[in-house]
Structure formats: structure tokens, C-alpha cells
């Protein structure tokens, strides 16, 4: 079963949590740095958002199916959520094709590093945010 | 029939003979090439004098190619070498890129067995046709790098093409355990200490240039599945990663999920991790590609420092162990000297993960009191000194005072040290672990333990493919759902690993990271597009099983028993916190399971009528007698 109810759900999760990212100097300014504009397309439920980082700020952009991304990522819902708990083998999971990468690679990958605060603050801001049920590590 | 040159260089040292034997095809059938060659003459040889000791001149040396090897295709330059390792005491090898494997065929040789030890320092001449062992006077002392410079000018218009060099330093010269053997001064037999056993031969370098070609026997067949297998490369992130950043792309990964060892294994995460990640490799050090024979994933990096005191010139970039071993093991998070490290461990001819790991060692041992800079000749070797680090690693490469110590590797540098350094060591069977962590992944603490070759990720594909980078659907125990941090289905995993990944790097010796792409179905089609063969993936399998019972009686035959299957307190003690936290391997549960699936008995040896299903019976009478 899927970990998110709906996709206003899993909207609502993400989209807060990607906004905080983005209020969150220690990763937006290397995000912003990268000039990259990320589209991510997840299914079940199904749900399109672009982070866009080509400008002075992070812009989160849910169901932005026009803009011109330099890269497209594809996964579950379910691959998302455990992703920002550092829950993902992404040699695995990238493999395998549950998750499919399009754009320049390597500068995707240089964004690892820039993100590994992230896998702290997701734990927290499910709890700080009333979304303390799908805190894998609280169930754990 | 195609992919063999069709001919093995029997040359013994001491005599000075030189025969070349036409290939045995029922062999090339039965154990398609590489190490299932390698393996297989090499018990051959010494089934009557199985103590023979590994620098003793009747221990043979074998070096094979496999039927793909020096194909113009991605992953298919790879070849193997083989002995007894003076490091570990049992069966070692390395399974090595660059271009002399694919030359030796070229010259029309699918291997060389060497026996004996030449009076002199010497090195072998190969031209086609002429095969002659040559005064090595003027080579011997030098570093790797010089020799393969010298020789190619020497040797210029001696030979119908240019050749290449494969060549020991001053490490094997000196006999230094984890020895490694340099082709182009970069791709090394690194582990194992290969390098020691030349030079205990009195074996500088091998010349060998060929005019021939590797023809395939359906060049048609394996045109299509090249173009197929476009398709496949352009899609996989892997080979996308490798080609940007080489193997140390895995670094943002791996430190993800607790894979990279840091401070000696004692942590998981540390903020000097990104000062050497690739990021910071490609903007300080990295200068440009190279590649080895055929190869367009070009994983191979070109590094220079060309200021400070870690200059050095234009080569070799540090791949991702060296970069581990001489970086984060140490908690060096300078990567200029980390580049130095591997330069010098290049030139001496050692092996980078031994001497790093062996660094590290020997850091916390002065870190804890156990020696002194009285004994370490006033080197202060605490936790992040690169300047230390890269002096240590030139005293071992000359055995120069406490680097005499060293240069013997972790586990006889503990004996020696005394105290409690053993709680520091992370060998198996007397070699250092590969920086990938096995509480982050518990297969590879099975693979770690009962590898024939001591603690390897390479031994079998087990790194591979429950780390992520493989994908076997057409195996079920290559492609089944694994869970985190358990121990569940590893045994399973790894036996599948090992026969699947005999066959895959040690007999037809595809490489690991640049056919990683390759599905069970187009590596046994290009097997059999080379040589005209049919196998079955079915049969390749059962290939890889024997051939991987055959390095594993060789071990057993030198003494191996199931104690030396078990990890060192170091690499099972429980971290207490970052991303492995809580993460233990069942080694217990492991190793039974493991035992009855591969019929051990209790210690640790095959089972007479298991070797003997396997066709196996001089081993099977070897190890019980009858």
C-alpha cells in the first residue's frame, strides 16, 4: 500500500518540506548554485513539481508541466519519501529503474553532498509539521 | 574458433626455456579463460609439491587473458594473474585493466606461465613470434614509471609495433608483501602482493607487442550486440558517473548510506568528506581522461599538482579506494596528498589499499600510545597529517626505518607492535579490507570473509550486485529484494555472486565497472559470439562454481580453514550513530548457512564428494587424501 493517501497529501508533505529546503541556506545556496531546474515526476499517487534553482531564490513549482527542465526525475511517491531519509540505495535504485534520471547527470549527482542536511531536517519537519505518521524512523 | 590467440607461453626462469603450447580448446570449454585457466593449470602444476612457498622459484605465475579481452568493445580489455600470495599465504590474484592483456594476444599468446628465478634481474621480450628473456640491469631499481618510460625508448624499432610494459618497482624488488605489478603506470595487479612474487623471481617487466588482431568467431553477431548494447550504456547513471568522475563518483553515494570507511572504521560520517569527494577532485586535481584498451568509458582520470609539496607531475588520478584509504581512513581531507600517496604507491609498485589501510593503522596506534615518534623516526603520524601520511608511505616504498615495519602490512606490523594493536587491524587471511563497509551492506561481510583471497569486494560480485550497480534478472539470486541491514538471503547471495561472478571477471574477465550494464543474456552472447562456443547461462554458471571451488581449495590446500573466514573485531563492532547505527552483521548465521549451501565441512573445507560432482577429484584427493 502506498504511503500517501492522496496526492493532495503527498503535496502537501513535499512541497512544505521542499520550501524549507529552500529556506535553508546550507543547501540552497549550493542548489542555487547549480543553476539546474528539476522536474519530478511521481507516481502513485501521481504528482509533478519543479524546483526551480536558476533564479536567486529556490521557486517550488507544484503541477508545472510547461517550464523547460534541465533535468527529469521519475520515481514512486513511496521511492520519494524514503529518499529524503536517506532510506534509498541510489546505485540500486537507479539500476533498477525505480528511479529514471534525465539531463546532465553528473551535475545531478554533484548535488548529493549538497543535500545530505536534508536527510536530518525530513525526520524533523514530518514531527514539527503534524506529519509525524509517516516518520519511517519514529516507526522504526 | 575465435577470441583465443590459440597459444600459452610456458617460460621457466631458471632454465631459460621458452615453449609455447598450442591452447587445449577442451580447456578453453570447460573453464573459458582468465582464472579459470590460471586456476586450473596452476594446481596442475604444483599438485606435487602443494607446500611450495610463495617466493619460492617453483611457484608458478600465471598471467591469462580472457576470450573477450582485446575485443574493441566497452569492458573488454580486462586479463588476470595468479599465484600464491606472499602477503596472505593462500591463493591470490588480480584482475587488472590497461593494455597489455590485449597486447599479449595481439602477439598471439592467450597467457604466460612462469616458474623458476632468473640469476639475474631480468625482464621478458615478446614480439610475435620471439620470445626472449633479456638483462634487466638496467632497469632494476627503478620506479615503475621510469622503467615503462625507458624500456618503450630502448626498445624502439626493435619491435614491429610499440609495445607495452608491465613492470614491478622498487616494492617487488624488495620483496614488500602487497607488491603490485604497474602496466602504463597506472593500472595495476594491485592486491595481493603479486609484485613480490616477480621479484623473488628476479622478474623486472614483461615487453610484449603484437601485430595480430583478435578476431571473433561471429563478427556479425557481435556487431548487432554492440549496437544493442548502445542503447543500454546511453540509459545507465552508472557508467554516466564513472565517465564523469571515475570510480570516485561513488563517494557521494556510498557516504549516504555509511558504505565509506572513515578514521580507521571507527565513524561513519565526517565534514572533511567533501574536500575529497569528486567535486573537489575534478576542480583541484583532475586534468583530463584515459581509458583502457577499446574502452569508451574512459573511467581512468588524469591528476596533477603542479605547486606545493605534493607536486607531481601529469598521471594517474587516485581511483575511489585510494582516495578512501589515503583520504578518510586517515582523516586526511587534503586530496593533493592524497594524489602524492598514489603516485608514490604507483612508482614503488604497492598496493593502495593496503598501504593506506596500512597507514591508518599505524596512526592509531600513535594516536593511542603504542608507538612513539621515537619509533616512527620522528613522524608524527596522528590523525589528518598529510604531510606524515605521504612521508610514511615513501619510507614503506623504500623499507626505510619504521616504514620497514610497515612495509610488512597491518596484520605483521601488529604482531610486531604488540600491545592490544590487533583490536586496530581490519584484515581477513592477512589483507586489508576494501573501503566498503560491511555494516552498511551484510553480504559483503560474507564476501569479506570467506573470499579465497582474503577481504576483497572483488572477489566476487556480491559488491556489485547488492550494492547496487548490477542487475541479473535473469539469476533470481541476482535480482531478488534484499532488505536493509539485514543478513537475510546473504549466504544465498554471495553463492550466487561467486559462481555467477567467476565466470563474469575471472574466466572470460569482463570488467566490473565498465560492462556493469551487461545483463546474464549479453555477457554469455558475447562470450559466444567470440569463441563460437554455445553456452548456456546455465552453464557458465556451473563453470564459474567450479573455477571458484578451485580458488578455494587452493587456499584450503595452503592451509585455510574456517577461522580465517571471520572478521576483525574492528569491522564488527556496532556503530553509534550516522547511517549504520544499530547495523550488525549475523556472521554466525552467515557462515552456516553459507557452509551447507556450498557442502564445507566444519572446517571450512569442501567436501570430497562436492569437489568430486564438480569434476574436481585431484583437488578432492588433495585436500582428504584416497
Known amino acids: 500500500m502506498a504511503t500517501f493517501e492522496s496526492a493532495e497529501k503527498f503535496e502537501e508533505v513535499l512541497v512544505g518540506f521542499f520550501k524549507l529546503m529552500g529556506e535553508t541556506p546550507a543547501i540552497a545556496d549550493k542548489l542555487l548554485a547549480s543553476k539546474l531546474i528539476i522536474r519530478f515526476n511521481y507516481s502513485d499517487p501521481d504528482l509533478v513539481v519543479v524546483v526551480d534553482c536558476s533564479g536567486d531564490k529556490i521557486d517550488v513549482r507544484p503541477h508545472d508541466k510547461e517550464t523547460k527542465a534541465t533535468v527529469e526525475m521519475t520515481m514512486s511517491a513511496d521511492i520519494a519519501h524514503r529518499f529524503w531519509f536517506g532510506k534509498v540505495n541510489l546505485t540500486i535504485a537507479l539500476t533498477r529503474k525505480e528511479m529514471v534520471a534525465k539531463g546532465p547527470i553528473p551535475k545531478v549527482l554533484k548535488l548529493l553532498p549538497a543535500i545530505k542536511p536534508s536527510y536530518a531536517l525530513y525526520p524533523e519537519y514530518l514531527e514539527a509539521n503534524g506529519y509525524g505518521e509517516y516518520n519511517i524512523l519514529k516507526k522504526k | ?626
Open chain 2, 1 to 626: 574458433m575465435g577470441g583465443y590467440a590459440g597459444q600459452l607461453l610456458y617460460i621457466d626462469l631458471t632454465s631459460g626455456s621458452v615453449e609455447k603450447k598450442p591452447l587445449d580448446m577442451q580447456l578453453a570449454r570447460d573453464f573459458i579463460g582468465g582464472l579459470g585457466f590460471g586456476t586450473r593449470i596452476y594446481l596442475d602444476m604444483i599438485k606435487d609439491n602443494p607446500e611450495v612457498a610463495a617466493l619460492a622459484p617453483e611457484n608458478p605465475f600465471v598471467i591469462m587473458t580472457g576470450p573477450v579481452t582485446g575485443l574493441k568493445m566497452d569492458g573488454a580489455a580486462r586479463w588476470t594473474v595468479g599465484t600464491r600470495s606472499p602477503q596472505t599465504g593462500f591463493w591470490g590474484d588480480a584482475n587488472v585493466g590497461g593494455f597489455f592483456g590485449a597486447h599479449l594476444k595481439f602477439a598471439g599468446y592467450d597467457g604466460i606461465v612462469l616458474t623458476g628465478k632468473a640469476q639475474a634481474p631480468s625482464y621478458i621480450y615478446i614480439d610475435d613470434d620471439t620470445v626472449e628473456i633479456r638483462d634487466a640491469d638496467a632497469y632494476w631499481g627503478m620506479d615503475t614509471y621510469a622503467t615503462d618510460e625507458r624500456m618503450k625508448t630502448d626498445l624502439k624499432g626493435q619491435s614491429k609495433r610499440s609495445g607495452q610494459v608491465l613492470a614491478i618497482g622498487p616494492a617487488g624488488e624488495n620483496l614488500i608483501p602487497f607488491a603490485s605489478i604497474i602496466n602504463n603506470k597506472r593500472h595495476a595487479a594491485g592486491r595481493t602482493g603479486m609484485g613480490a612474487v616477480w621479484g623473488s623471481k628476479n622478474l623486472k617487466a614483461i615487453y610484449v607487442s603484437g601485430s595480430g588482431k583478435v578476431v571473433p568467431a561471429q563478427p556479425d553477431e557481435l556487431k548487432a550486440l554492440k549496437e544493442e548494447l548502445k542503447e543500454v550504456y546511453e540509459e545507465s547513471i552508472f557508467i554516466e558517473a564513472l565517465k564523469a568522475s571515475g570510480t570516485p563518483a561513488h563517494i557521494d553515494v556510498g557516504i549516504i548510506s555509511g558504505d565509506v570507511p572513515i578514521k580507521n572504521w571507527l565513524i561513519s560520517d565526517w565534514e572533511g568528506m567533501d574536500d575529497i569527494g569528486p567535486g573537489a577532485i575534478d576542480e583541484k586535481i583532475n586534468v583530463g581522461h584515459k581509458t583502457c584498451y577499446g574502452c569508451t568509458v574512459a573511467c581512468k582520470k588524469e591528476a596533477q599538482v603542479k605547486e606545493g609539496p605534493y607536486k607531481m607531475e601529469k598521471g594517474p588520478s587516485p581511483e575511489y579506494e585510494t582516495v578512501v584509504s589515503f583520504g578518510s581512513l586517515c582523516l586526511n581531507n587534503n586530496i593533493e596528498s592524497v594524489a602524492k600517496g598514489n603516485e608514490i604507491c604507483n612508482r614503488f609498485g604497492m598496493d593502495t589499499i593496503t598501504c593506506g589501510a596500512t597507514i591508518a593503522f599505524a596512526i592509531e596506534c600513535f594516536e593511542n600510545g603504542l608507538i612513539t615518534e621515537a619509533d616512527t623516526d620522528g613522524v608524527k603520524l596522528n590523525w589528518g597529517n598529510a604531510e606524515a601520511i605521504v612521508a610514511m608511505t615513501e619510507k614503506i616504498g623504500r623499507r626505510d626505518g619504521f616504514g620497514a615495519v610497515l612495509a610488512e602490512g597491518s596484520a605483521r606490523a601488529a604482531a610486531k607492535i604488540g600491545k592490544n594493536a590487533a583490536d586496530f587491524l581490519t584484515t581477513v587471511k592477512g589483507l586489508e579490507a576494501p573501503m566498503h563497509d560491511p555494516r552498511s551492506a551484510h553480504g559483503y561481510a560474507l564476501a569479506y570473509g570467506v573470499s579465497p583471497r582474503g577481504a576483497c569486494h572483488e572477489a566476487s560480485l556480491n559488491f556489485n550486485v547488492e550494492g547496487g550497480a548490477m542487475f541479473i534478472p535473469e539469476i533470481e539470486a541476482l535480482s531478488m529484494e534484499l532488505e536493509e541491514h539485514s543478513s537475510d538471503k546473504r549466504a544465498e547471495l554471495n553463492v550466487a555472486c561467486q559462481d555467477y561472478g567467476m565466470f563474469f571477471s575471472s574466466c572470460a574477465v569482463f570488467c566490473n565497472l565498465g560492462s556493469a550494464p551487461l545483463n546474464a543474456t549479453q555477457a554469455v552472447a558475447m562470450v559466444n559470439y567470440a569463441t563460437g562456443f554455445d553456452y548456456t547461462i546455465d552453464e557458465v554458471v556451473e563453470i564459474g562454481k567450479r573455477v571458484w571451488y578451485l580458488k578455494r581449495g587452493l587456499s584450503n590446500l595452503f592451509g585455510a580453514r574456517a577461522g580465517d573466514d571471520r572478521l576483525p573485531k574492528r569491522l564488527m563492532t556496532m556503530m553509534e550513530e550516522g547511517p549504520t547505527e544499530g547495523s550488525m552483521p549475523d556472521m554466525d548465521r552467515m557462515l552456516s548457512e553459507f557452509y551447507a549451501l556450498r557442502g564445507f565441512d566444519e572446517n571450512g573445507v569442501p567436501k570430497k564428494e562436492v569437489l568430486e560432482q564438480l569434476k574436481l577429484d585431484d583437488l578432492a584427493k588433495l585436500l582428504h587424501g584416497g
